[in-house]
């Protein structure tokens, strides 16, 4: 999986155009655009980035060091999230879409608070995702129930 991701973000797109690994990568990027939003990632937020990422997607931790790394060279590239964007839409279905908006609160909660950015970088990719008001607000509410909880 690791070779795929890689394929990916160096842009040999026609070997894995649609797969997990793309998939895998297109939700990873996501999820650390938001972390950092706030101008900052911590431990606590790579922390959870990593369970959520395992969780969601049953990886070893092999492969869940090498999609992270493959996704950190690609915010830290500031490229653009269009092409992650327009897999997903393609790929996930709305319970799938929830699921990662879920992520995505959960990802801006890892440190204690929801930051202005963090929170209106994901309500600007709850729209490019074509996820509703009101499933943003329910996927909102679950990751703060759910810190509260941890």
Same mark, same amino acid.
């Given at each position: 999986? +690791?070779? $795929? @991701?890689?394929?990916?973000?160096?842009?040999?797109? %026609?070997?894995t %155009? !649609?797969? /997990?690994?793309? +998939?895998?990568?297109?939700? $990873?990027?996501?999820?650390? /655009?938001v %972390?950092?939003? *706030?101008?900052? @990632?911590?431990d606590?937020?790579?922390?959870?980035l990593? =369970?959520?990422?395992?969780? !969601?997607?049953?990886?070893?931790?092999?492969?869940?060091?090498?999609?992270?790394d493959? %996704?950190?060279?690609?915010?830290? $590239?500031?490229?653009?999230?269009? &092409?992650?964007? *327009?897999? @997903?839409?393609?790929?996930?279905?709305?319970?799938?879409?929830? !699921?990662?908006?879920?992520?995505?609160?959960?990802?801006?909660c890892? *440190?204690? =608070?929801?930051?202005?950015? /963090?929170?209106a970088?994901i309500?600007?990719?709850?729209?490019l +995702? /074509?996820?509703?008001q009101?499933?943003?607000?329910?996927?909102? &509410?679950?990751?703060? !129930?759910?810190? =509260?909880?941890?």
């Amino acid at each position: 999986m +690791l070779d $795929a @991701i890689r394929r990916l973000f160096s842009g040999d797109t %026609a070997k894995t %155009a !649609d797969n /997990e690994a793309a +998939l895998h990568l297109a939700a $990873a990027v996501l999820l650390i /655009e938001v %972390a950092k939003s *706030d101008r900052s @990632i911590d431990d606590e937020e790579l922390r959870r980035l990593r =369970e959520t990422l395992k969780r !969601d997607w049953q990886l070893n931790d092999s492969d869940l060091n090498g999609l992270l790394d493959v %996704a950190q060279d690609a915010a830290q $590239a500031n490229l653009s999230l269009n &092409q992650h964007i *327009d897999l @997903i839409n393609r790929n996930f279905s709305a319970a799938r879409k929830l !699921d990662l908006m879920r992520s995505l609160w959960q990802a801006a909660c890892a *440190d204690g =608070e929801i930051h202005h950015r /963090e929170e209106a970088l994901i309500q600007r990719l709850a729209d490019l +995702l /074509e996820v509703s008001q009101a499933e943003r607000m329910r996927a909102r &509410q679950w990751a703060l !129930d759910f810190e =509260e909880r941890e």
